[in-house]
């Protein structure tokens, strides 16, 4: 699969399965009608969904670059960290317009999505990784 595709399909199949999640709990969290929880799940999912493409470009052009290849878990946990904390500082503005609430109510808001999109960004890679094989900047090299 080429790079821009893996990337493509990564991205869409993550932002499905969050949105399939996030929707109910913001409707349950903020007592909101599904319908206006929707809409905000997919507007969060469209700004990450964006993101992730971007953010995964870059982070695959660094790694193509390092000279110790794979993906060891601390690299996995620099790019869940690196993913979802630039991610924070995007959404806390679109979170805080949409609820019309505070900058830092929509900052704390968005620590327990944080949490679970922090583990569930590791662990979907993981996954991903597994179904559909390493991305070719982070394959083994033959001399390695």
Same mark, same amino acid.
């Given at each position: ?10 991205? #869409?199949?993550?932002? =499905?399965?969050?949105? $399939?999640? @996030? ?7 903020? *007592? ?8 905000? $799940?997919? =507007?969060? %999912?469209? @700004? ?21 290849? !794979?993906? %060891? ?11 979802? !904390? ?15 609430? %505070?900058?830092? %109510?929509?900052? #704390? ?19 991903? *990784?597994? $179904?559909? !094989? ?7 090299? *033959?001399? *390695?």
């Amino acid at each position: 699969m080429s790079p821009k595709k893996r990337r493509i399909l990564q991205a #869409l199949l993550y932002e =499905v399965f969050a949105i $399939a999640f @996030v929707a109910p709990v913001l409707s349950i969290i903020f *007592d909101k009608p599904p319908t206006s929880t929707i809409g905000l $799940a997919i =507007v969060l %999912s469209s @700004v990450a969904l964006g993101w992730n493409y971007v953010f995964n470009s870059i982070f695959e052009s660094w790694e193509a670059r390092q000279p110790v290849r !794979g993906r %060891s878990f601390a690299r996995r946990l620099l790019h869940g960290s690196g993913f979802e !904390g630039s991610l924070v500082i995007i959404l806390v503005p679109v979170m805080a317009l949409w609820l019309n609430i %505070s900058l830092l %109510s929509a900052l #704390l808001a968005n620590l327990g999505l944080l949490v679970f999109f922090f583990v569930y960004a590791i662990t979907f890679t993981w996954a991903f *990784d597994c $179904a559909f !094989g390493l991305p070719a900047s982070s394959a083994k090299l *033959d001399d *390695d």
